[in-house]
């Protein structure tokens, strides 16, 4: 189907709210690398798959959506973040605002090799939070959404969330790169681990190593 066909069906099956429902780990569009955006659609149709895209992260709530996502296998994502309140967390985990972006055809080198482990989720994998170690600093080049190129080093949190996104348009879920015995259910994650700004206690108890990250 033309990129133009499916992107008119996912605006017509937008519920009332104008959100696109979320594909969930299982379905072959998540396991897929998406094909790089070449102008296929026009301007007014683009911006209406952004909005879509931005509503339905905001409705979830998350912090980035790629297309893959909503069932399209193509190299864009938004990304979003408020940010923590709580002064502890966002110092310990680099977790400040990001405003707004979209990332269309975005890839990330790692700047430097340090890594840092911490909990994160995945829109497409509900109910489940797991540590994953990732770049501290990447190199993100794409184009954004008025076609102007982006090339930028992101530190932190922001780096987290588009290595998280840009794995997604690669077939890569955060699970993938998890520590398999931190794997903890929202639940348990909320009562237990949520609040601790490095995940230091979790590995000790759960067996798991953050050494590396
Ligand atoms: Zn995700």
Known sequence: ??????????????????????????????RTAATLYDGELDRATFA???????????????VGLAAPQIGLGLALAVV???????????????????????????????VGDCQVGFYEGCLSVPGYAAVVARFRQVHLTCVDDDGMPV?????????RI?????????????VDRAQPRSLAASASWGGHWAAEPVPR???AELGFSIEDS
């Open 1 to 30: 189907m033309r990129l133009a066909d499916q992107v008119a069906q996912l605006l017509d099956g937008a519920g009332d709210d104008g959100v696109a429902p979320i594909v969930v780990a299982g379905d072959p569009v998540l």
């Open 162 to 174: 588009v290595q998280h996104e840009t794995d997604h348009l690669v077939g890569t879920l955060y």
């Open 151 to 159: 090339d930028e080093v992101l530190t932190g949190w922001p780096a």
């Open 48 to 62: 209406a798959l952004v909005a879509l895209m931005r509503r339905t992260m905001h409705k979830a709530p998350g």
């Open 201 to 203: 206690t979790a590995a």
């Open 80 to 110: 979003e973040d408020p940010g923590v309140d709580h002064p502890d967390l966002a110092v310990a985990r680099e977790r400040f605002p990001l405003e707004f972006r979209v990332l269309v055809n975005p890839r990330c080198e790692p």
